[in-house]
C-alpha cells in the first residue's frame, strides 16, 4: 500500500506539469494574451491564498481564540478561502495553458484539484475534524458560511 500511494503521487505530479508542458510548446514568439490573464489569474489567486493562511495563522496565534471558529477577514466569506485560491490558481494555469495546441485539454487539472480539495484531501477532511473539534459553533459556521466560493452570509 506505501507504494501505491507514492506512486499515486507520482502519477499526480506528472499531470499537473503538463500545463507547463504544454506552453513550452507555444512556437509564437512572446505571451499570448490569454497566456498573460491566466498568469495573472494564478498570480492573483497566489495572492488570494496567502492572505486567506495568514489570516488564519494571526487567528491561530491569539490564545484567546483557542476552541474558536476563524470568520476574521476572508474566512467570514467562505469556511475555506485557501483552497478555494488553490483552485482558482489551477484554473490560470489552465487558462495560459489555452495558448498552446492541445491546451484545453489541461482542463483536467482544476477539475482534478477541485475533485482533491473538496472530496478527498480538503473540505471533507477538514469539516469533520473541525465539528468534532468545535461542535456547535463550527455547526453554526456552516450554516451561515460558503463552503468553498466566497460569499455573502446567510442570515
Known amino acids: 500500500m506505501f507504494l501505491v500511494f507514492f506512486e499515486l503521487q507520482a502519477v499526480l505530479v506528472v499531470i499537473f506539469s503538463l500545463p507547463f508542458l504544454l506552453m513550452s510548446f507555444n512556437t509564437s514568439p512572446g505571451l499570448e494574451a490569454v497566456e498573460i490573464v491566466g498568469l495573472a489569474m494564478a498570480l492573483l489567486s497566489l495572492g488570494g491564498e496567502a492572505l486567506a493562511d495568514r489570516q488564519m495563522n494571526k487567528f491561530k496565534s491569539d490564545p484567546d481564540n483557542k ?16 483552497y478555494f485560491f488553490e483552485f482558482m490558481i489551477w ?5 495560459a495553458a489555452l495558448g498552446s495546441p492541445w491546451g484545453w485539454t489541461m482542463v483536467v487539472c482544476p477539475l482534478l484539484m477541485l475533485h482533491f480539495l473538496v472530496n478527498v484531501t480538503g473540505i471533507k477532511l477538514t469539516e469533520e475534524y473541525s465539528v468534532k ?3 456547535e459553533a463550527y455547526r453554526e459556521y456552516q ?3 460558503s463552503a468553498f466560493v466566497p460569499w455573502f452570509r446567510k442570515a
Open 67 to 82: 476552541g474558536m471558529v476563524c470568520q476574521d477577514g476572508l474566512w467570514r466569506y467562505s469556511r475555506h478561502p485557501n
Open 91 to 95: 484554473v490560470g494555469f489552465f487558462v
Open 133 to 135: 473539534s468545535r461542535g
Open 143 to 145: 450554516r451561515t458560511t
